[in-house]
């Protein structure tokens, strides 16, 4: 239990539809990060959010946006969703944006399935 | 070339065994690394830390770090079937933001 949790944790959406998943940070911690985890593959990073601004992003088209709010949770929009976009994504919350013992915590995930 | 890399697998141990996991990063000042565990169908979840080169050792466990030759190991003593499972591993890197993840190695303990 790691206090980080996600919502929700199964959705199925058409092609071409948005999408917009939630997460709760753990108490005390001000980052957030998102990750999209496909089959059989680790989870590759979307982007960071640190004091509601975008701290860093991944290789992900525009479509993917973020927000982060005063009491740090954060939502993850996809727009013009795509079958690829099939996947597992995954929050994780930690105390620092970077540095030497930066740890991130996950949440338990959004599986989302485009049809 | 791969900034994290790991074996797929699967690799499997009988119970008992030990089960060696291994995994290597680009040829960038690194600084944090991290083994993760991931259970079919569910997010993961940190099982150790290291940031210093030798070894670290919580119960059954063991992360060994060698950060000349780019390595970073996880060794699991008297390796039970519950054991099975991914083990993802992680880099952050001197200046990075992002925790970057290997595409794990799938292990399988036979009882």
């Known amino acids: 239990e790691t206090g980080v949790t996600q919502s929700p944790t199964h959705l199925i959406k058409t092609r071409g539809q948005q999408v917009t998943l939630r997460c709760s940070s753990q108490s005390g911690h001000n980052t957030v990060s998102w990750y999209q985890q496909a089959l059989g593959q680790g989870p590759q990073f979307i982007f960071q959010?640190?004091?509601?601004?975008?701290?860093g992003r991944g290789n992900f088209p525009p479509r993917f946006s973020g927000l982060q709010f005063p009491n740090y949770s954060s939502e993850l929009n996809v727009n013009a969703l795509e079958l690829d976009d099939s996947a597992l994504y995954l929050c994780?919350?930690?105390?620092?944006?970077?540095?030497?013992?930066?740890?991130?915590?996950f949440g338990e995930g959004s599986w989302l399935t485009v049809v | 070339q791969k900034e994290v890399e790991q074996n797929s697998g699967p690799l499997s141990v009988p119970e008992g065994a030990i089960a060696s996991l291994n995994c290597t990063y680009s040829d960038r000042v690194s600084q944090s690394f991290f083994w993760y565990r991931q259970y079919s169908g569910k997010s993961p979840e940190l099982i150790m830390s290291?940031?210093?080169?030798g070894d670290k050792e919580d119960g059954r466990f063991t992360a060994q770090l060698n950060k000349a030759s780019q390595y970073v190991s996880l060794l699991i003593r008297d390796s039970q079937p519950s054991d099975s499972a991914t083990y993802l591993c992680a880099v952050t890197f001197t200046g990075g933001f992002k925790t970057i993840f290997g595409a794990g190695t799938r292990l399988f303990v036979k009882a």
């Open positions: 994780a919350s930690s105390t620092q944006t970077g540095g030497l013992g930066n740890t991130i915590y």
């Open positions: 959010y640190y004091r509601e601004e975008e701290n």
């Open positions: 290291i940031y210093s080169n």
